[in-house]
Structures are given as C-alpha cells and as structure tokens.
C-alpha cells in the first residue's frame, strides 16, 4: 500500500505571494491533518478534513486555509506569505473514525522557504 | 488542552550505551501517549503508542516506554543504542475523548549517537 505523498517536496517563494500544497493520503483514508514544523515553535497544528469538512482547527490566522477533495486528497494554501511561514509541512492521514483510536501516517513533509 | 514538555532538546550517548528521553505532560482529560521518530528530511514514523492496559509498552526498533499517571510522564528508553538511532524524537498526547485524532507535540530531543 503506498505511503502519504507530499508535493512538491520543497518550495521557494517570495513574501507576499501565496502558496498552494498538496497531501494525497493512503487509499481508504478519510481524514487528512496538516501540521508546521519550524526550529522555534516545533510541530502545531493546523487544521483537519474529514469528508471533504474541516472539522478541527488550529490556532493559525486566517491566512492559512484548506480544502478536500471527494478522493480525500487535500490542499493547504497560504495566501500573502511572511518569511515566518518558512517551516516544514507535514500531512496525516487516518480513517478518521471518531471514538475510536486512528492511528495516523505522516508524510515526508514539503519544505517551504519564503525569502 | 494539553502541553507536552521534553526536558532535554539533546541527548548525545555512545554506541550501544542505555538511554533514556524523558517526556512530561499536563492535561486535564485523558490522553493518549506516543513516541514518534523523525529521520533527517524525512516524515514523522510511530515508534510506539499508550492507549491503555499494562503501563509498559514496547515498539519498534527496541525501544520501550513506561507511563507513569501519577508524575503524568512517558519516558522512552533503549538499553543499548545504535548509530542508525541517530534522529529527533516526539514526545506527543492526544485527547482520549475529543473523537479527534489530534496530537500535541513536544519540541523535540535530538538523540546524537557517536561510535
């Protein structure tokens, strides 16, 4: 079973432009998980999809957005970048079920460099 | 909410010597408990998980952890280690009862083995 894809792998942008990445989870995956890492404030959340909803979220501004597509495939866009969004980004992916343990599959992140 | 506290960003160690990275967390629900492993330019991989029954859990690669509720730590350790243990290793929690698989990380101890 192939593992969570992440593109691209790496980015460079200039500040104010936006940015879009891509997660595409492993087959029968329904919730995708969005996290930055950066050296300060290590790994935070962003936000969760599940079923094409956003159904948890981060503490981020509203700069930061996401959507899900109906093959569970899912996008993080960062509109007007700063160079503090200069992190590493990783995405999960579990079967989402709630009350119950979902063990989630990180990706190899997508590595984001604004200057 | 939770917090997750690594009292050590690094831990350097000789080949095939103990170690141990030690993991506290405060949270006023229950939690699940993890150790996840991070390889350079790579993703996050479980090493092990906490999610009830016997407080030892053992994982992958040798490692082992102890959950202790009543000092709320969950402490990694590996009696002999090697170079491929080189990595940065997460202490993280989730809410056992949030229905979300959410995780809430540490900042993270550099394991630095050396021959």
């Known amino acids: 079973k192939a593992g969570v894809t992440q593109t691209p792998r790496y980015l460079i942008k200039t500040r104010g432009q936006q940015v879009t990445l891509s997660c595409s989870p492993i087959?029968?995956?329904?919730?995708v998980s969005w996290y930055q890492q950066t050296p300060g404030q290590g790994l935070q959340f962003l936000f969760e999809y599940f079923s094409e909803t956003q159904r948890n979220k981060g503490n981020f501004p509203g700069r930061f957005s996401g959507r899900q597509f109906s093959n569970s495939r899912s996008e993080m866009n960062v509109s007007t970048l700063e160079l503090g969004d200069s992190a590493l980004y990783l995405c999960?992916?579990?079967?989402?079920?709630?009350?119950?343990?979902?063990?989630?599959?990180f990706g190899p992140g997508t590595r984001l460099t604004v200057l | 909410a939770q917090s997750v506290t690594q009292l050590d960003s690094q831990v350097p160690v000789f080949e095939e010597a103990p170690v141990e990275l030690r993991c506290n967390y405060s949270?006023?629900?229950?939690?699940?408990l993890f150790w996840y492993v991070q390889y350079p330019n790579q993703g996050l991989q479980l090493l092990l998980k906490?999610?009830?029954?016997?407080?030892l859990v053992k994982g992958i690669n040798g490692f082992e952890a102890e959950f202790n509720k009543s000092q709320t730590s969950f402490h990694l350790r590996k009696p002999s280690v090697h170079i491929s243990d080189t990595a940065e290793y997460f202490c993280?929690?989730?809410?056992?009862?949030?229905?979300?698989?959410?995780?809430?990380f540490g900042k993270g101890t550099m394991l630095l083995v050396s021959p």
């Open positions: 906490y999610l009830s029954g016997s407080t």
């Open positions: 949270s006023s629900v229950s939690v699940y």
């Open positions: 993280a929690v989730s809410d056992m009862n949030s229905g979300y698989s959410t995780l809430t």
């Open positions: 087959s029968g995956h329904r919730s």
């Open positions: 999960a992916s579990s079967l989402g079920l709630k009350g119950i343990y979902n063990e989630q599959f």
